[in-house]
């Protein structure tokens, strides 16, 4: 059998393609991140030295692209979207979480009120709370890809009425941003909690619709809130607020192991100064509260255990509603314990 120049030749050049090694889908990773802050955010910065660390390990064969600003989705619409694969990543806030894992929420518990930023964040980063994470990755069907990021504390803010102690939360109407334990602390301080979903908070405040709310003191800072008549700050610390990292389950499953390890690893490499970055922009929030005429009244630490003890007494009883892990629950009890010790 006579075989033509032109058979042979394209038996040699499928030979040399084949004999080139993988470049294209087999290796090119593309990863989706989708957030709803801007990009001042430092949640949006640490998600960017992410991306920009990924690639870098990787060689350019993954690279991850930020969705910021809700481009994609909402915060309480990721966990759906990872699921159904419409993105790779996100940070959803711990009090986005609570509604759909109950433990996911659970450093918004009475029992971390008032506590200082280093013992939540030595709780949540030990064993224990592992098996935060394992349940929020059953759940959720993702992959908790490593220590949560940090936003700040939450705190609470006034117009018109001074609150000089928790006594003067008493019958006020204050804004949450979600999260059933918010709504629960809230109420537990004597106050009417109302949702209000971000971008409304300015006329809210203008209106008279709500005497106040709960955020930090940079998103107060970022938004001017003392033009929408913001005037008083309570530095109560009401919960450590948290981002946590992940990534959808399906997706995770799919990477090699090289490739899962430079997702970890890079997301190691950036929390630090995710942390440091958060941190700051928290005082410089602070400082331009005070700036702009804010005052600020910071409760002791003896008052903060005070009401952290009385709100902790109908715990028990909200752990069993919202359907939590009982026994987890103590076993933080009791990590908070020796931490505090």
């Known amino acids: 059998m006579k075989i033509s120049r032109r058979t042979l030749f394209g ?16 290796q090119d990773v593309k990863i989706r991140i989708s957030i709803d802050t801007n990009l001042q955010h430092t ?13 870098q390990r990787s060689g350019g064969s993954m690279e991850a692209e930020l969705f910021h600003s809700a481009q994609l989705f909402n915060d309480r619409d990721v966990p759906r979207a990872l699921r159904r694969g419409q993105i790779e990543m996100g940070a959803p806030g711990v009090w986005q979480l609570d509604a ?22 030595a709780v949540m980063e030990g064993a224990v709370g592992q098996e935060v994470n394992q349940l929020i990755e059953e759940k959720l069907g993702v992959k908790v890809i490593g220590a949560w990021c940090d936003l700040g504390f939450q705190h609470t803010y006034s117009t018109g009425k001074p ?16 999260g059933t334990l918010n709504a629960v602390r809230v109420e537990g301080m004597g106050a ?28 107060a800072a970022s938004a001017r809130l003392w033009d929408s008549g913001v005037k008083h700050a309570f530095l109560d610390q009401q919960y450590f607020g948290q981002y ?8 995770w499953e799919k990477l090699t192991p090289e490739q899962q390890q430079i997702v970890t690893e890079s997301w190691a490499a ?8 958060a941190a700051a922009g928290q005082k410089e929030g602070l400082d331009a509260l005070q700036a702009n005429g804010i005052t600020v009244v910071e409760p002791s ?12 007494e109908k715990q028990d009883a909200v752990v069993k509603e919202l359907g939590m892990d009982a026994d987890l629950v103590e076993k933080l009890r009791a990590e908070i314990d020796k931490h505090a010790s």
Not at 100 to 121: D, H, N, Q, S, W
Not at 244 to 251: A, C, I, K, L, T
């Open 11 to 26: 038996c040699a050049a499928l030979a040399a393609v084949l004999a080139l090694p993988v470049t294209g889908s087999a």
């Open 43 to 55: 949640r949006s910065k640490a998600m960017q030295m992410f991306a920009d660390e990924v690639k």
């Open 100 to 121: 759909i894992v109950p433990e996911g929420g659970i450093t918004m518990l009475p029992m971390f009120y008032g506590l200082p930023a280093e013992t939540t964040k």
């Open 163 to 178: 609150i000089k102690s928790h006594d003067d939360l008493k019958g006020m109407k204050i804004r949450i941003p979600g």
């Open 192 to 219: 009417n909690p109302q949702l209000v979903p971000w971008a409304d908070v300015p006329l809210a405040l203008q209106q008279g619709a709500v005497d106040g709310l709960l955020t930090t003191n940079m998103s």
């Open 244 to 251: 946590v990292p992940m990534m959808g389950g399906s997706f």
């Open 270 to 277: 950036i929390i630090d100064q995710a942390s440091a970055d």
């Open 301 to 312: 630490a003896e008052e903060l255990a005070r009401v952290r003890a009385l709100l902790t």
